[in-house]
């Protein structure tokens, strides 16, 4: 069984750099044709894709966030994170990780979600 | 990229049927076979319903269906049950090898 768990601090500083880990369980970050992406939802709003990094470590972010975001893993600890850079209220989120079979495109397994509040 | 459009909300009585629709364009949902959907309940995290447009994973219902035709994709949900009542949302592959969402739609079942 496939399980993801994102993990950070809870509140960040606004200009400062939010980061997020997330744990795979179940799966391998190193095998497979899976990306392993980042998505987010503002309280009372949609979801908004962030990016992903696939099996190669090849990443691709969204447009609106790219010159702040960059997401990176580590194979020996079966990690992938999120780090966000010159964060505003705007960031404030319940922040996902998510895998997505190339083969399918769809965003399988969902970690549970950590909020991050950006407050002075 | 711009968001997938989605009705804010959409509303049926237990065993009717109701379709969301989901628009993009020619550069997402139209160019692509890669449109996927998800039911939220609050404070819960998203569940995948659909994927490749009509496709559904092993466990769900097939009162859940999908289609598209253009640049629109459908969900359709059959003999409506209380515990559809949730948000929905579309999410598609787009032309620069990005995914994007769409707003939502929350679904009342009356």
């Known amino acids: 069984q496939v399980q993801l768990q994102e993990s950070g601090p809870g509140l960040v500083r606004p200009s400062q750099t939010l980061s997020l880990t997330c744990t795979v369980s179940g799966a391998s970050l190193s095998t497979g044709s899976y990306y392993w992406t980042w998505i987010r939802q503002p309280a009372g709003k949609g979801l908004e894709w962030i990016g992903r990094?696939?099996?190669?470590?090849?990443?691709y972010y969204n447009p609106s966030l790219k010159s702040r975001v960059t997401i990176s893993k580590d194979t020996s600890k079966n990690q992938f994170s999120l780090k966000l850079t010159s964060v505003t209220a705007a960031d404030t989120a319940v922040y996902y990780c998510?895998?997505?079979?190339?083969?399918?495109?769809?965003?399988?397994?969902w970690g549970q979600g950590t909020l991050v509040a950006v407050s002075s | 990229q711009s968001a997938l459009t989605q009705p804010a909300s959409v509303s049926g009585s237990p065993g009717q049927s109701i379709t969301i629709s989901c628009t993009g364009t020619?550069?997402?949902?139209?160019?692509?076979?890669?449109v996927s959907w998800y039911q939220q309940y609050p404070g819960r995290v998203p569940r995948l319903l659909i994927y490749?447009?009509?496709k559904r994973p092993s466990g769900i219902s097939d009162r859940f269906s999908g289609s598209k035709s253009g640049n629109t994709a459908s969900l359709t949900i059959s003999d409506l049950q209380t515990e559809d009542e949730a948000d929905y949302y579309c999410?598609?592959?787009?032309?620069?090898?990005?995914?994007?969402f769409g707003g939502g739609t929350k679904l009342t079942v009356l």
């Open positions: 999410s598609s592959y787009t032309s620069s090898s990005t995914w994007v």
């Open positions: 990094i696939y099996t190669s470590g090849s990443t």
């Open positions: 020619t550069s997402d949902v139209g160019g692509f076979n890669y």
């Open positions: 490749e447009v009509s």
């Open positions: 998510a895998r997505l079979p190339v083969s399918d495109a769809a965003f399988d397994y």
